[in-house]
């Protein structure tokens, strides 16, 4: 299974900050990496696909960037709105795809 | 714009099944690949494994093979996903999701299911 690390586990930052959340891979992905946003009690909600791509009605802040086995996500100008979990996610290989572990991003 | 509607939660005891469904409404669950992914109460996504309707063709995780059963049932536009052979283990949150259409290969997620709470218990 190719194995995916997010840093850090828990992020403390202020509305307005940018952040910044990595994702290695354990091996080369290519760019078969997405991110996903999830807020308590609800599902995941996709952010950014293959490394780089905005998903449809996603704001502008989020980016995405990356390729290889070193990815990152980063939320410019931070809204009280984006405090959640976020998620890697390879989709490189299907067997199995596997996600990071997560990182909250917490208000500090 | 197609929306996923679980079923309800259940409660199961060590050892029996548990069948969970997803119902596409908005569109056709048939033209895409549905994955089913578990949550573990304070943990990360784990994707068990998925069905392509359209050739009916399944593809499972290892550590779910023999326990897991995905299937679609066009007539209903429904997905249903069985874990059979329960373990307190098991316990978790159940999601079905969409692959994102023009995503090549598969495995892109972009509409999910609200999830549907196993809990395993004698």
């Known amino acids: 299974d190719i194995q995916m690390t997010q840093s850090p586990s828990t992020l403390s930052a202020s509305v307005g900050d940018r952040v910044t959340i990595t994702c290695r891979a354990s091996?080369?992905?290519?760019?078969?990496l997405n991110w996903y946003q999830q807020k308590p009690g609800k599902a995941p909600k996709l952010l950014i696909y293959?490394?780089?791509s905005l998903q449809s009605g996603v704001p502008l802040r989020f980016s995405g960037g990356g390729s290889g086995a070193d990815f990152t996500l980063t939320i410019n100008i931070l809204q009280p709105e984006d405090f959640a979990t976020y998620y890697c996610q390879q989709n490189y290989s299907k067997f199995p795809y596997t996600f990071g572990h997560g990182t909250k991003l917490e208000n500090k | 714009q197609v929306q996923l509607v679980q079923s309800g939660a259940e409660v199961k005891k060590p050892g029996s099944s548990v069948r969970v469904s997803c119902k596409a409404s908005g569109g056709t669950v048939n033209n895409y690949a549905i994955s089913w992914v578990r949550q573990v109460p304070g943990q990360g996504l784990e994707w068990m494994g998925e069905?392509?309707?359209?050739?009916?063709?399944?593809n499972h995780a290892q550590k779910f093979q023999g326990r897991v059963t995905i299937t679609v049932d066009e007539s209903t536009n429904t997905s249903h996903m069985e874990l059979s052979s329960l373990r307190f283990e098991d316990a978790a949150v159940y999601y079905c999701?969409?692959?994102?259409?023009?995503?090549?290969?598969?495995?892109?997620?972009?509409?999910w299911g609200q999830g549907t709470k196993v809990t395993v218990s004698a």
């Open positions: 091996q080369n992905i290519v760019n078969h």
């Open positions: 999701a969409r692959d994102l259409p023009r995503s090549p290969g598969g495995g892109v997620f972009d509409v």
């Open positions: 069905i392509i309707p359209v050739f009916h063709t399944t």
């Open positions: 293959s490394a780089s």
